[in-house]
């Protein structure tokens, strides 16, 4: 009887050594992963920085053309009036 619970424990202690040596393999991959994961939310902050970037951007240029627009009316209406207080005056 002595003989088998020592046997047991023996047997026991070979378990508890690869429970901790698994243990300690599952905690390296633990540490690994919550590295990978740093990384990408550091990707990921760049990234939104970037399309705040690129959305700023396209506002400023979609408020260009407005301008260009604006100023493109203008011109021609300016234009307009000018052609025609011209013929206005070579009638007179």
Do not use: P
């Amino acid at each position: 009887m002595i003989q088998q619970k020592n046997a047991l424990y023996q047997e026991l202690s070979g378990v508890r050594k690869v429970v901790n040596e698994k243990d300690a393999e599952i905690e390296g991959l633990r540490k690994e992963m919550e590295a990978m994961k740093e990384g990408q939310n550091d990707v990921k902050s760049q990234a939104d920085k970037v399309t705040e970037l690129i959305n700023k951007v396209s506002a400023d240029i979609t408020a260009s053309f407005a301008l260009k627009d604006s100023t493109r009316e203008e011109y021609y209406k300016a234009r307009y009036n000018y052609e025609e207080q011209r013929d206005k005056i070579h009638h007179i």
